[in-house]
């Protein structure tokens, strides 16, 4: 059973929007911090923002911050992460993560803290 699967990725229009989806099986169940991170060509893999599924409390790096949404469904046990006002250097392969701990910043961006990982899904924002 795949713990974490990504969709909702594809080709958008700088100034465009994507939601993003993070479905997640009972394997992750006990691990309440969820988080994104993104892999831009070129560079290291990179935390994008992070929720906590007991508090709601979410975290966002400074890239994203004020232009994206990270929220939950627990019915669904899914996860999302809202992009709007998109610019190229969004372009990246975005993973999610889940993890067990709390919303401290300097555990969110260390991805060695994550206990899953799902496969990816490509997101492209032409100029």
């Known amino acids: 059973q795949v713990p974490l699967v990504e969709s909702g990725g594809g080709l958008v229009q700088a100034g465009g929007s994507l939601r993003l989806s993070c479905a997640a099986s009972?394997?992750?169940?006990?691990?309440?911090?969820m988080a994104w991170f993104r892999h831009r060509p070129g560079k290291e893999r990179e935390f994008v923002a992070a929720i906590s599924r007991r508090t709601g409390t979410s975290y966002y790096a400074d890239a994203v911050k004020g232009r994206s949404t990270i929220s939950t469904d627990d019915a669904k046990n899914t996860m999302y992460l809202q992009m709007d006002k998109m610019t190229p250097e969004d372009t990246a392969v975005y993973y999610c993560?889940?993890?067990?701990?709390?919303?401290?910043?300097?555990?969110?961006?260390?991805?060695?803290?994550?206990?899953?990982w799902g496969q990816g899904t490509q997101v492209t924002v032409s100029s």
């Open positions: 993560a889940a993890g067990t701990f709390g919303i401290i910043s300097r555990l969110l961006t260390d991805q060695a803290n994550y206990n899953y």
């Open positions: 009972e394997r992750t169940t006990s691990s309440y911090l």
